[in-house]
């Protein structure tokens, strides 16, 4: 299980890296079109475009990470164990069954 749990961990990391990567070139893309767009609206608003969306795929690739990480922390160490139901003979103390 721990195999499984490292290596979907090692994927994702990789994967957060190819995103993390590409939404940084893309950013400085947009930062270019922004800087050299000489006073045209157009194009600075195609650069700042460009800037906010690369901004928001890092942070939505962030927060992916995080909930893959939680559920693979949830799955590999899981806070409740689940043991056999208790037998209802050695429970003992039945309240007489009164309803309150």
Same mark, same amino acid.
């Given at each position: 299980?721990? %195999?499984? @749990? ?5 994927? *994702?990391?990789? $994967? $957060?890296? @190819?995103? #993390?990567?590409?939404? *940084? /070139?893309?950013? *400085? ?5 922004? $800087?050299?767009?000489? #006073? ?13 969306? /690369? $901004? /928001? ?9 995080? *909930? @893959?990480?939680?559920?693979? %922390?949830?799955? /590999? ?5 689940? =043991?056999?139901?208790? %037998? ?6 039945? =309240?007489? #069954? =009164?309803?309150?």
């Amino acid at each position: 299980m721990s %195999d499984l @749990v490292q290596t979907i961990s090692n994927l *994702v990391g990789i $994967l $957060l890296g @190819v995103v #993390g990567g590409v939404g *940084v /070139a893309y950013f *400085v893309f947009g930062a270019y079109q922004y $800087l050299t767009a000489s #006073g045209a609206p157009h194009q600075m608003e195609r650069g700042k475009t460009a800037m906010l969306t /690369a $901004l /928001a795929g890092i942070v939505l690739a962030m927060v992916a990470f995080g *909930v @893959v990480e939680l559920v693979i %922390d949830a799955v /590999a160490n899981p806070v409740v164990e689940i =043991d056999a139901p208790p %037998d209802p003979a050695s429970a003992g103390g039945s =309240d007489g #069954g =009164d309803g309150g």
